[in-house]
């Protein structure tokens, strides 16, 4: 009697280790959608700042950026997809508690019952370790690929802080040059019209003059008498 009542209670608590494990996959299963959907609300943001670091193409650390952030992307998708998976509805086996088991604990001796009951246990226990092993399987994938999204993301920011810092410096070169080119054409253009000016055989019709003033000439006959006294 009493090693088939240890057979009983060894079945059953294995059975409930496994049911434990199932709902255990289930949680850490919840807890990574919950950082995969952090992850993919700064996504948004990540592909504003690749946008602007790598696009248009001007160097190989563009390319190699913009295939980092396609990797990003694919590892979160991967990931969201597996992890969601992992939390779909399965069918396990539990003992019933109804009256076709209150009938068999009337019908049967206890010896028979811990013998029969042990071995119920044992085939729902070989059937939910498969489903926890499907489970546990797509599980682990979806943190391996949680983990590649974050070592994707470790790689692609330091490549766009450095293509957005030789952006910003090739702009500054660009405006400078620009500046540069823009006085340089306005001194030409000034010292044309200076040659323009010197070397100019023809007036201009559209210069004029000062306006001449009013002065009195003619004879004064005041001083006409002064000079004969003083003779």
Request: aromatic share 14%; net charge positive.
């Amino acid at each position: 009697m009493e090693k088939y009542k240890e057979l009983f209670n060894s079945a059953r608590y294995v059975l409930d280790e496994e049911q434990k494990r199932f709902v255990r996959i289930d949680e850490k299963a919840s807890k990574y959608i919950s950082v995969l959907i952090v992850l993919f609300g700064l996504l948004g943001f990540i592909f504003k700042w690749s946008f602007d670091a790598f696009i248009p193409f001007q160097s190989p650390i563009d390319y190699v950026g913009v295939c980092v952030f396609s990797c990003l992307i694919l590892f979160l998708a991967l990931a969201f997809f597996l992890c969601f998976k992992v939390l779909k509805t399965a069918q396990i086996r539990a003992m019933p508690m109804n009256d076709k088991m209150i009938k068999f604990y009337r019908e049967n001796k206890l010896i028979d019952i811990y013998f029969a009951l042990a071995k119920k246990f044992m085939d729902a226990f070989q059937v939910n370790s498969k489903i926890v092993v499907q489970k546990g399987i797509l599980l682990s994938w979806g943190y391996k690929f949680i983990v590649y999204s974050f070592i994707s993301l470790l790689l692609l920011l330091p490549l766009m802080g450095i293509r957005m810092y030789e952006r910003k410096i090739i702009k500054k070169e660009v405006i400078s040059m620009l500046e540069e080119e823009k006085d340089e054409t306005q001194n030409s253009e000034t010292s044309d019209s200076g040659e323009r000016e010197t070397n100019r055989q023809e007036p201009d019709d559209s210069v004029e003059a000062p306006d001449f003033n009013w002065r009195t000439e003619g004879y004064k006959p005041e001083k006409e008498k002064k000079k004969n006294k003083d003779k």
